[in-house]
């Protein structure tokens, strides 16, 4: 897929603006959806905030009063409340991540923020996409070797 072909919205809250690199983001999503082979254009919005949105967010939507790294969103197919432009890009869903966590995990697994980072987007991208880790042992095996395969492409392999 070429990247032209893809719109990543990303939205980074104020106080995180100068230490988040959106172009990791960028290249995240791009990856997996090549990675994924599906075929655009496409279109996917991702919110970096911090630990009080996520677990507002976490409670709005999943009556789960915790903060969590990421949420995810998936758009289902013309459910949306919105018209959407014949030519407009098919749109994906909703991420939500939180700066916070990927402070934290990065010095709890001892690797960088930039890999905590691609690892939450690439995440959040395969639960849109239909991913969901939590159903058994076999589908969050499958979902974690998916994630390593990307990453290493983006170079950010756990060994790298």
Known sequence: MDA??????????PQYAGLVDVAIVERAVEQTLRSEQIAGPV????????DAELQH????????DTPTDVLSF???DGDSAFVRSPDAP???GDIAISWDRVV?????????RER???FLVVHGVLHVLGYDHERGPGDEAEMRA????????????REG
């Open 57 to 64: 967010l976490n409670q709005t939507y999943r009556g789960v």
């Open 74 to 76: 998936a758009e289902a």
């Open 146 to 157: 998916r994630e390593e395969t990307i990453l290493g492409a983006l170079g950010l392999s």
């Open 90 to 92: 098919r749109y994906l």
């Open 104 to 112: 934290a995990q990065a010095a709890e697994y001892g690797h960088s």
């Open 4 to 13: 032209t072909e893809i719109v990543v919205d990303v939205q980074v809250v």
């Open 43 to 50: 279109e996917i919005s991702i919110l970096i905030a911090d």
């Open 116 to 118: 905590e980072l691609a």
